[in-house]
């Protein structure tokens, strides 16, 4: 079993920062692929990007060349730097656990944490 706990969410100005933590417990959490989604009112859950357990990452077009994501395997925590940020970034992000091989969809995932909000004003 592996539990996720996402933190630093808030509201930022349009052209801000925020670095998101989503901290794990498990044993078997460095063997995970970690995803990060978001989902904004009235919309489906969407694909951010992920990070292998080796380090390797991929990241939606949307995101891509402003957010990163790392990992601190000793801390059992992984990390979602975003910066230029935008106002349709707002949303709930979320961080999840599993082994997606190649696959950026929620049912790929088996753990999930509870979410923290985003908000970006314009």
């Known amino acids: 079993q592996v539990q996720l706990v996402e933190s630093g969410g808030g509201l930022v100005q349009a052209g801000g920062s925020l670095r998101l933590s989503c901290a794990a417990s498990?044993?078997?959490?460095?063997?995970?692929?970690v995803g990060w989604f978001r989902q904004a009112p009235g919309k489906e859950r969407e694909f951010v990007g992920r990070i292998t357990w080796i380090g390797n990452t991929y990241y939606a077009d949307s995101v891509k060349g402003r957010f990163t994501i790392s990992r601190d395997n000793p801390k059992n925590t992984v990390y979602l730097q975003m910066n230029s940020l935008k106002p349709e970034d707002t949303a709930v992000y979320y961080c999840?656990?599993?082994?997606?091989?190649?696959?950026?969809?929620?049912?790929?995932?088996?753990?999930w944490g509870q979410g923290t909000q985003v908000t970006v004003s314009s």
């Open positions: 498990g044993r078997s959490f460095i063997r995970y692929t």
């Open positions: 999840a656990a599993g082994t997606p091989l190649n696959r950026n969809y929620p049912v790929d995932y088996d753990y």
